[in-house]
T-cell receptor, first 116, second 111 residues
Framework: GAVVSQHPSWVICKSGTSVKIECRSL??????MFWYRQFPKQSLMLMAT?????????EQGVEKDKFLINHASLTLSTLTVTSAHPEDSSFYIC????????????FGEGSRLTVL | QKEVEQDPGPLSVPEGAIVSLNCTYS??????FMWYRQYSRKGPELLMY??SSGNKEDGRFTAQVDKSSKYISLFIRDSQPSDSATYLC???????????WGAGTKLIIKP
């Protein structure tokens, strides 16, 4: 299957700072990348859909100015959590269709963010 | 009421047992059904993918979809300790990848 690489796998930051999470497609061109957030013992929640070369589409309730998404190339999408606060501590996961139209999604390894 | 209901568990069974994991849903328009396995601190990985009703088998895993009952199942035969993980169901009504997720069931296989 397609390989999606996510970095960093975990990060700890101080409140008020910004954190960037990268998601790379290693063996395919990702025109679309999905960003999810997962709180402990809860389901994955779709935050936004990023499209290469255009603005991301955010889900209702997700602040686009706080969660900046950039998808400047077909192999890289980034999520920046700006002015992070402790309530932003979560597990962030990116995924892509892997260049297929079968409906399958391939996920990155996830990034554990802890805001102190 | 959530669109997709899944018992969070944990479900603890002895090694070698047959495991049954289930999800119920309310939206009859769902057509695509998936099961993902997620190890602790890792992203989910796709286990089974089915379209519409019926069964699908892959090794020790069998996925069943009963659209009339709005019920899907994942069976694991000859369960192994390495199967210990959280299993999430997900489904969508078209191919635009807007998945609706269950909360996940934590499975523990005891040696």
């Amino acid at each position: 299957g397609a390989v999606v690489s996510q970095h960093p796998s975990w990060v700890i930051c101080k409140s008020g700072t910004s954190v960037k999470i990268e998601c790379r497609s290693l063996d395919f061109q990702a025109t679309t990348m999905f960003w999810y957030r997962q709180f402990p013992k809860q389901s994955l929640m779709l935050m936004a859909t990023s499209n290469e070369g255009s603005k991301a589409t955010y889900e209702q309730g997700v602040e686009k100015d706080k969660f900046l998404i950039n998808h400047a190339s077909l192999t890289l999408s980034t999520l920046t959590v700006t002015s992070a606060h402790p309530e932003d501590s979560s597990f962030y996961i990116c995924s892509s269709t892997g260049g297929t139209d079968t409906g399958e999604l391939f996920f990155g390894e996830g990034s554990r963010l802890t805001v102190l | 009421q959530k669109e997709v209901e899944q018992d969070p568990g944990p479900l603890s069974v002895p090694e070698g047992a047959i495991v049954s994991l289930n999800c119920t849903y309310s939206n009859s328009a769902f057509q695509y059904f998936m099961w993902y396995r997620q190890y602790s601190r890792k992203g989910p990985e796709l286990l089974m993918y089915t379209y519409s009703s019926g069964n699908k088998e892959d090794g020790r895993f069998t996925a069943q979809v009963d659209k009339s009952s709005k019920y899907i199942s994942l069976f694991i035969r000859d369960s192994q300790p390495s199967d210990s993980a959280t299993y999430l169901c997900a489904m969508s009504h078209d191919s635009n990848y807007q998945l609706i997720w269950g909360a996940g069931t934590k499975l523990i296989i005891k040696p």
